[in-house]
Antibody, heavy 118, light 110 residues
Framework: EVQLVESGGALVQPGGSLRLSCAAS????????MHWVRQAPGKGLVWVSR????????TYADSVKGRFTVSRDNAKNTLYLQMNSLTLEDTAVYYC???????????WGQGTLVTVSS | QSALTQPRSVSGSPGQSVTISCTGT?????????VSWYQQHPGKAPELMIY???KRPSGVTDRFSGSKSVNTASLTISGLQAADEADYYC??????????FGGGTKLTVL
């Protein structure tokens, strides 16, 4: 069974940093692209980033480019999202998701909540 | 990277069919046959219902179908059931390895 478990969400002050993790199991993690998607409280889904299977190609939404960094450790079956210079607008549940056909996601984690507040 | 446009809400009675639209531009929805649809129940993670405009992942009922015309994609749910009540999001490839979601549509089963 495919499982994705996010962790690392917390309350952080504006301007602060946080690193999220996504532990994958039940599939060959190293063979899949992965995505990060976020959802502000009561709002819609917003795509954040995607990374290819070996980490050599990464794309970001304009809203996080230059502040967020995605990486992966295929030996540990883990995806990461390093978030710097956080603003109030970054408050959201962050989901990691397994890529499907390079343009969709067929398995999602339960999400981890990041709250940016002073 | 503006969000795709979806109606905020739609409704239908059990057994009826409803269609949710998703309007983009010639740079995203209109340019690629890479539109996907997700169902999200309150407090839950999204679930993939349709990919590549009209394909259904294994395990998704054929009551869900997708289509596209020019810059607008559509999700049709036939034989509405109470369990279909949820939020629905479209998502399109927008070139340069970018994806963009719609604002979401709340489906109410009357």
């Amino acid at each position: 069974e495919v499982q994705l478990v996010e962790s690392g969400g917390a309350l952080v002050q504006p301007g602060g940093s946080l690193r999220l993790s996504c532990a994958a199991s039940g599939f060959t993690f190293s063979g899949y692209w992965m995505h990060w998607v976020r959802q502000a409280p009561g709002k819609g889904l917003v795509w954040v980033s995607r990374i290819n299977s070996d980490g050599s190609s990464i794309t970001y939404a304009d809203s996080v480019k230059g502040r967020f960094t995605v990486s992966r450790d295929n030996a540990k079956n883990t995806l990461y999202l390093q978030m710097n210079s956080l603003t109030l607008e970054d408050t959201a549940v962050y989901y990691c998701a397994r890529d499907f056909s390079h343009t969709a996601s067929d398995s999602w984690g339960q999400g981890t909540l990041v709250t940016v507040s002073s | 990277q503006s969000a795709l446009t979806q109606p905020r809400s739609v409704s239908g009675s059990p057994g009826q069919s409803v269609t949710i639209s998703c309007t983009g531009t010639s740079s995203d929805v209109g340019a690629y046959n890479y539109v996907s649809w997700y169902q999200q129940h309150p407090g839950k993670a999204p679930e993939l219902m349709i990919y590549e405009v009209s394909k259904r992942p294994s395990g998704v009922t054929d009551r869900f179908s997708g289509s596209k015309s020019v810059n607008t994609a559509s999700l049709t749910i036939s034989g509405l059931q109470a369990a279909d009540e949820a939020d629905y999001y479209c998502c399109s490839y927008a070139g340069s390895q970018l994806l963009i979601f719609g604002g979401g549509t709340k489906l109410t089963v009357l």
